[in-house]
């Protein structure tokens, strides 16, 4: 079963539209990342949040994760064209040093 | 920004054959990471290096891959005899401490 859960998978906004992506994990977080993917690109890495209740934002993206540090949610303010691509969350859990990732939300923003 | 570079960026092969793939990490990261990203679905953890050894890797990373820090600046990811299944996008990753991952734009590799 998958450690990480996305929601949704894909997502069709207008430009100009606020949005929320999610992220579910099955076991308490001790890291979730949320970097962004163009297509046949690498990732970028966007934000990292650690404590329980912990928010971050940077330019019109905002991440929060929940006090129990097992939900994250992504949220874009006011769309744009520039913001489409595939959305992946990431998480470290405790005694591991890697990154798993979730399946991705692919985000594509109408003009 | 520092970035961690892949070459090739697009590698053909025959099944069978012998593959590296390299990276070059960003110079004062510790951690080396390898993931792989098959079309349309999600990207997978392979190995992590820390140390000049394997920290932890996957049930992907059988006895067909290996990873070597040759020369202190380059990172490779060897396949031994390819598959058609190892068709993918192959991407490094460096870190400074573990905890934020910096990714370079991949190789992608088909096995024909």
């Known amino acids: 079963s998958q450690e990480l859960e996305q929601s949704p998978q894909s997502l069709i906004v207008q430009e100009g539209k606020n949005l929320t992506i999610n992220c579910t994990s099955s076991k308490t977080l001790y890291g979730l990342y949320w970097y962004k993917q163009k297509y046949g690109e690498g990732l970028i890495f966007l934000m990292m949040l650690q404590k329980g209740g912990e928010e971050k934002s940077h330019e019109k993206i905002t991440a929060k994760l929940d006090e129990k540090k097992q939900q994250s949610s992504l949220h874009i303010t006011a769309s744009q064209p520039s913001h489409a691509g595939i959305y992946l969350c990431?998480?470290?859990?405790?005694?591991?040093?890697?990154?798993?990732f979730g399946q991705g939300t692919r985000l594509t923003i109408n003009p | 920004e520092p970035e961690v570079t892949q070459t090739p960026s697009h590698q053909v092969t025959q099944m069978g054959q012998e593959v590296i793939l390299r990276c070059v990490p960003i110079?004062?990261?510790?951690?080396f990471y390898w993931y792989r990203q098959i079309l349309g679905q999600k990207v997978e953890f392979l190995v992590s290096f820390y140390n000049n050894e394997i920290s932890e890797k996957s049930e992907i990373f059988d006895d067909q891959f290996s990873v070597e820090r040759p020369d202190g600046s380059n990172f490779t990811l060897k396949i031994r005899s390819t598959k058609l299944e190892d068709s993918a996008m192959y991407f490094c990753?460096?870190?400074?401490?573990?905890?934020?991952?910096?990714f370079g734009e991949g190789s992608r590799l088909t096995v024909l």
């Open positions: 990431g998480a470290v859990y405790g005694g591991a040093q890697k990154l798993v």
């Open positions: 990753a460096s870190s400074s401490d573990s905890s934020r991952l910096f």
């Open positions: 110079s004062n990261h510790l951690y």
